[in-house]
């Protein structure tokens, strides 16, 4: 048995990335793991397939398809995970859009106005509406229960591109503030800093920029280290609220990667 066996976990954006990551380390632990996303059937970035690995890794997988841009759609996971699971006790709000094309740099005005929508409305939004719809699941599964968002460094500094700065910087406030609410539940809510993490997305890009990724974290690496944060219990709600890096976790608790390595800390890099 994991030290996560009969928890039950919603990671929002699972098909591929950080968000494929986070639910395959908790499958490592032995959790119960609700992944959603657009995506489905047996391809290699697919909801369907991130199950199967949570399942083959000893954890037991469930994939819901839900687009997040739609209300009605995310409502509905949350009422299936409520028929079947009764509570949850860690919502990783992970989901994003891309937007396509992709924003690299430029002028804000050289994009479509549609960026901001993909980048805010899903970026930050759709965290919102997973964490109402999950709140009263939430509260049922007692102390250690933790809403995790997954940040950015663009929240503080310029990345992409301003529409992005402003989902990032926005989530943290939205962070912060929720754990003030949250507080006299005894949950926690925390935002991620993860460094520069060698996603499909980033992968497929370095093989057109020619970009070095040997530095970067990957996204079980990420994963493994939101796991050992979210096991001590002793500090979780001395973090609620705050912005957590990757890299300090990764340090904290001498977490590895697949590769038996720890990358360098994005800080250090930059």
């Not at 990420?222 to 002793?234: A, P, S, T």
Request: proline letters at 4%; glycine letters at 12%; aromatic letters at 8%.
């Amino acid at each position: 048995m994991g030290t996560m066996t009969g928890k039950v976990a919603v990671v929002t954006g699972a098909s591929r990335g950080i968000g494929k990551g986070i639910a395959l380390a908790l499958a490592e632990q032995g959790a119960t793991v609700y992944v959603t996303g657009r995506t489905t059937g047996p391809g290699e970035r697919t909801i369907d397939t991130t199950a199967r690995l949570i399942n083959e890794k000893g954890g037991k997988g469930i994939a819901i398809q839900c687009d997040h841009a739609k209300d009605a759609e995310i409502a509905k996971v949350f009422e299936q995970v409520g028929r079947e699971a009764g509570h949850i006790d860690y919502l990783i709000n992970n989901v994003y859009k891309i937007p396509s094309p992709p924003a690299w740099g430029g002028g804000f005005w050289d994009h479509p106005i549609q960026i901001y929508d993909d980048q805010v409305g899903i970026g930050m939004r759709a965290h919102y509406v997973a964490s109402w719809h999950a709140a009263q699941l939430i509260f049922k599964a007692g102390p250690g229960a933790a809403i995790v968002n997954i940040s950015s460094p663009g929240g503080q500094s310029y990345h992409f591109s301003c529409s992005y700065g402003a989902g990032k910087a926005g989530l943290d406030r939205l962070t912060a503030d929720m754990a003030v609410e949250l507080k006299p539940k005894n949950v926690a809510a925390m935002a991620i800093y993860p460094g520069s993490v060698s996603t499909e997305f980033i992968q497929d890009a370095a093989k057109e920029r020619g970009m070095d990724l040997s530095k970067s974290q990957t996204p079980l690496f990420v994963g493994r280290c939101i796991i050992q944060m979210l096991l001590d219990r002793n500090s979780l709600m001395d973090r609620s609220g705050k912005i957590v890096w990757i890299e300090d976790l990764s340090e904290e608790f001498k977490v590895l990667d697949e590769h038996g390595k720890r990358p360098p800390g994005y800080r250090q890099t930059a």
